[in-house]
């Protein structure tokens, strides 16, 4: 890979490139280096899919043919596969607004850096197709009902099954129907830059730079600004928003007349669509490959949908999903930095459980060594947590000497970590089936905590579905 992408050096400069640094991706299939010498600095990329760079080419084109800053593709391997384009450095707009970002405060600078930004799109959106071959996107040419309803199931099975709530799927498909159609009924066919946010923006001499547009297609001209000033990670003020929105409606007025009123429902009907697809790409990344930052934005993104779905009539079971997604304690923001210990009970034929704080701190316990009052019929519609079970295992079972173990190991690790500054550990207690001996464990485990060390713990049991939260002792 990095030779491929060498080879295509030597044959630009006609020599070898003193550094070749390999760049951090960012859910990206293709991979990315930086080629540096004494007067000259590439970025080379390699990617898995000839179709996809050919639609990237494609578009880098158009761009440049529409006078939008670019970058300039330089050299392209005989497979297609490997590219050099020319490097446009390290500062991304959404780095650029890093300290705004934690402090909450856009100042006038970063207002009008983000307003000259997006005042660009609409020429995008509108010169690009009189260059363009739209046979060459990829993987679809136009934004249609088949794509709408991929982003809706990604949200679905990504997001909706990950975090493990129970709904009515059939609702949901007809809300998602009707959401679908609503999406499609204004279309201007323009060029859909289908990523158009902070961080595929790039500044080079303070001016704006777009990459990352090979996913682009044909489509109308909401799902852009969408996008762009919906981004849940970019934490955008309402002020910093509705200038954004003004800029573009000014800028789109060289192009079509604007109906404001009309375009400000349709906008807000596209950002529950573009946060919707966002929750799939944090549910995939975060909740599945376990990647800490995807986790971190999922809050910020249901507050979002929670305040647009509220202004919106058309969704009430989407949006009462939403409200209780928001209020489960793995989403919950906490303003202090304080340990929360999460304990769960869960079966084993189901799986051990997901870590979505991406942390993957803490123990799981297998409690199947324990005597089992499942197997007895007096207990078998019974959990850990009533009498009767709890009887039986304190007296017929090693599950005290059991338990006297498991706190060993769980305080040694609580009261590091909040030493260190910590604020999570996991503990999973399993048995067969999750209703006996799991649930009494986590039960114990969570009292004893929380007792011992007064920090917050979350409990949950997998298959009785119930969550509660012990508070921290203030």
């Not at 034929?349 to 123990?363: A, C, T």
Request: glycine share 8%; charged share 25%.
């Amino acid at each position: 890979m990095q030779s491929k992408i060498k080879e295509l050096y030597i044959k630009r400069f006609g020599s070898e490139p003193c550094s070749v640094v390999r760049l951090t991706g960012d859910g990206s299939n293709r991979v990315y280096f930086r080629l540096s010498s004494d007067d000259v600095s590439v970025i080379g990329a390699v990617g898995v899919s000839v179709e996809e760079n050919e639609a990237f080419f494609a578009v880098a084109d158009a761009l440049a043919r529409s006078g939008i800053n670019a970058p300039e593709v330089l050299e392209v391997s005989e497979d297609r596969l490997a590219y050099l384009q020319n490097d446009l450095g390290n500062v991304s707009l959404y780095a650029s607004l890093q300290s705004s970002r934690e402090n909450g405060c856009f100042d006038s600078g970063d207002i009008e850096l983000l307003c000259r930004t997006i005042s660009q799109l609409p020429h995008i959106q509108f010169r690009v197709p009189q260059y363009f071959d739209f046979s060459l996107c990829y993987p679809v040419s136009d934004f249609n009902e088949r794509t709408v309803m991929w982003d809706l199931n990604y949200f679905k099975y990504c997001f909706l099954k990950g975090v493990g709530i129970e709904f009515n799927e059939s609702l949901l498909e007809d809300e998602f129907d009707s959401m679908a159609a609503m999406l499609l009924s204004d279309n201007d066919n323009v060029f859909l830059y289908r990523d158009f946010q902070s961080r595929n923006v790039m500044l080079k001499d303070g001016e704006p730079y777009f990459i990352d547009f090979q996913g682009g297609r044909r489509g109308p001209i909401y799902y852009d600004v969408a996008s762009f000033v919906g981004q849940a990670r970019a934490k955008y003020t309402n002020e910093a928003v509705g200038a954004m929105i003004d800029a573009y409606i000014s800028a789109l007025g060289e192009y079509k007349k604007v109906d404001k009123a009309h375009f400000l429902k349709m906008l807000d009907l596209f950002r529950v669509f573009r946060l919707l697809q966002n929750l799939g790409t944090y549910g995939y990344r975060g909740l599945f490959e376990r990647k800490k930052a995807f986790v971190e934005s999922i809050p910020a993104a249901l507050s979002q949908l929670d305040e647009l779905l509220g202004n919106e009539n058309g969704f009430p079971y989407l949006h009462a999903i939403i409200r209780e997604i928001a209020r489960l304690p793995m989403f919950v923001r906490q303003e202090s930095k304080e340990l929360t210990v999460d304990v769960i009970s869960f079966s084993y034929k189901r799986g051990i459980p997901d870590d979505p704080s991406g942390n993957g701190g803490g123990f799981v316990f297998d409690c199947r060594s324990i005597h089992n009052p499942g197997r007895y019929e007096p207990y078998k519609k019974l959990t850990g947590m009533d009498e009767p079970v709890i009887k039986f295992l304190e007296t017929e079972s090693n599950i005290s000497e059991f338990l006297e173990n498991a706190y060993a190991l769980v305080d040694n690790m609580v009261d590091t970590y909040r030493k260190r500054g910590f604020t999570h550990i996991q503990v999973c207690c399993g048995c067969t089936g999750g209703q006996h001996r799991s649930v009494y464990s986590a039960e114990h485990i969570a009292h004893h905590v929380a007792e011992k060390f007064g920090v917050r713990v979350v409990v949950t049991h997998k298959m009785q579905n119930r969550q509660y939260v012990i508070e921290a002792r203030t």
